[in-house]
């Protein structure tokens, strides 16, 4: 069992930027590829941010390309999102998740359905 806990959601104005991070209660914690999701009211969850294992490689989609990054300190078992210039559209419940990725360091996991562990989100609210 991973225990994940999200913390630092609120809420911000656009324009403005704001840092998530998660906490990992595992004694494995390298063992795990880590992601970022959110999901809104009435939308399906959807994958903001991937890494790997070995934290060399990182997934965006296009919608928070150039303005999130994901970033984890394997010393410290957490895993972090510092999201830039915030808009509406970002307001979300953000889910910290983490997945298996036994064959690879460099894997990075941007689907849903590979995630065994998740946080318990923490609220991001945009105001225009």
């Known amino acids: 069992q991973v225990q994940l806990v999200e913390s630092g959601g609120g809420l911000v104005q656009a324009g403005t930027s704001l840092r998530l991070s998660c906490a990992a209660s595992?004694?494995?914690?390298?063992?795990?590829?880590m992601g970022w999701f959110r999901q809104a009211p009435g939308k399906e969850r959807e994958c903001v941010a991937a890494?790997?294992?070995?934290?060399?490689?990182?997934y965006y989609p296009d919608s928070v390309k150039g303005r999130f990054t994901i970033f984890r300190d394997n010393a410290k078992n957490t895993v972090s999102l510092e999201m830039n210039d915030l808009r509406s559209d970002d307001t979300a419940v953000y889910y910290c998740?983490?997945?298996?990725?036994?064959?690879?360091?460099?894997?990075?996991?941007?689907?849903?359905?590979?995630?065994?562990?998740w946080g318990q989100g923490t609220q991001v609210t945009v105001s225009a």
């Open positions: 998740a983490a997945a298996e990725a036994m064959n690879s360091i460099y894997e990075m996991v941007p689907v849903a359905n590979r995630y065994k562990y």
């Open positions: 595992t004694r494995t914690f390298t063992m795990y590829a």
């Open positions: 890494i790997s294992r070995s934290g060399e490689n990182s």
